[in-house]
């Protein structure tokens, strides 16, 4: 995640290469992004957040408490620090860093091929400069939502953070169906995968919910309307809130159930 907002940043011209320093322990990752991106690479995290006004955590869970403890005070008042640290709450930042200007972020995958969508909030010490700095780094990887409050963080973690993956396994569900009744594997795999796409593009510019273009596609009667009496008779809406909610309970324990 951390290389797609990097290469992004750089393609859509927010930053030349020149202003960015990265800051990794492999020395191996560091010439790949050096010689890939043509930004400086440091194994110093002190000396990366030195160069610029936007500190980007974009490190494994793991390895945030190393990290805050090299950044522990260093960091200059007007520095932004954006974290994309999954599960990361703002107090723990706050304390870790001891600075108070943070954006926490809940990005998810398509983010990767600039079709993501990222929930965020700001502490009060960020300015409205610095908020529009934050939307300007997210929106370079698709779609970014504004929320007052970090709550919604967790809300969003269950929808659009784990969402990729219930789509996955939708496609994956679907073309083994699609294989069960006769279809061959590459078949299966180009109808799922092209009526998944053209479905999400049919309602993103066709202006209508949901429920109203699957009333279009469902003729009384017909074949639409016989899988989704079984997908009824399954508990599939039922299913979708129990996945949603023990999401969202998971991830407000994995964050110790901390705010703020």
Do not use: C
């Amino acid at each position: 995640m951390g290389e797609a907002i990097l290469s992004a940043i750089i393609e859509r011209g927010l930053a030349s290469p020149a202003e960015i320093t990265v800051s990794d322990v492999n020395d191996a990752r560091r010439q790949y992004l050096t010689q890939k991106h043509g930004v400086r690479a440091t194994g110093d995290n002190r000396s990366a957040a030195d160069d610029g006004e936007v500190v980007v955590l974009a490190i494994k869970p793991q390895n945030l408490e190393e990290v805050m403890a090299d950044l522990k005070g260093q960091l200059r008042s007007a520095h932004l620090v954006l974290s994309i640290v999954a599960g990361a709450r703002i107090g723990t930042l706050r304390r870790g860093l001891e600075h108070n200007a943070i954006v926490r972020t809940m990005p998810n995958t398509p983010a990767q091929v600039g079709e993501g969508i990222t929930v965020w909030t700001a502490t009060a010490a960020v300015t409205a400069q610095q908020k529009e700095w934050a939307g300007a780094i997210l929106r370079v990887i698709g779609q970014e939502m504004y929320v007052e409050d970090e709550k919604y963080l967790d809300m969003a973690t269950a929808v659009s953070g784990s969402g990729p993956a219930y789509f996955f396994l939708f496609m994956e569900t679907l073309i083994e169906a699609a294989v069960s009744i006769g279809l061959s594997r590459d078949a299966a795999e180009k109808l799922v995968l092209q009526t998944m796409v053209g479905s999400g593009q049919l309602l993103k510019k066709s202006g209508k919910s949901p429920a109203e273009l699957r009333r279009m596609v469902t003729s009384p009667g017909g074949t639409t309307a016989a899988a989704l009496a079984e997908f009824e008779k399954g508990g599939l809406a039922e299913l979708v809130k129990q996945a949603v909610a023990a999401a969202l309970k998971r991830a407000r324990e994995l964050g110790g159930g901390e705010t703020g």
